[in-house]
């Protein structure tokens, strides 16, 4: 199982959290790449593929609020298409060291928050405190942790009026 959790960033914003689904495959990729691992049209994509890079549309992106949804895969989108988000860090064994038995959640959101604000800010070069990105950490949660080790994040733009989160077109990584 993986949680999702929009840090609280620049602005403040509440917490979006999702939970992997037992009943979806978090490992299908149906999207088309090129050569080069870029998504060339859009398909269904498992938390497990997906890669630095990757845009995704997942319009619950967009709202705010402090509840859980289980989330196994995400629609991915070329990132000349609008999109919610972009991933910043994939990693299908991020917590494989970790402890034996789930630290709860409220450590691996700690853990997972920190590594996505370190990977979003290397990836748009910006310094998160002070710029219009968050990040939506994916990652596992206690019924899922003898097999789910992995934290995937997701950067996602935001509005300068509002501080939440907007569609984008085109990368927000650094040139």
Known sequence: MFTRNRAAGAAGAALI???LAACADPAVDTSTRTDEGEIAEAGTVGVYKLQVGDCVNDPSMLEVSDETTEIAQMSAVPCSDLHTGEVVLA??????TAEDSYPGEEVIASRSTEACV???????ATVYED??????????????????RGLTCVGVVLSEN????????????AA
């Open 162 to 173: 509002t501080w939440l989160p907007i569609e984008s077109t085109g990368s927000i990584k």
């Open 17 to 19: 959290l999702f939970a």
């Open 91 to 96: 990693d299908a064994e991020y917590f494989a």
């Open 131 to 148: 710029s219009n990105f968050d990040v939506m950490p994916i990652y596992p949660i206690a019924e899922g942790w003898s097999t789910d």
């Open 118 to 124: 370190t990977a979003l800010g290397e990836y748009t």
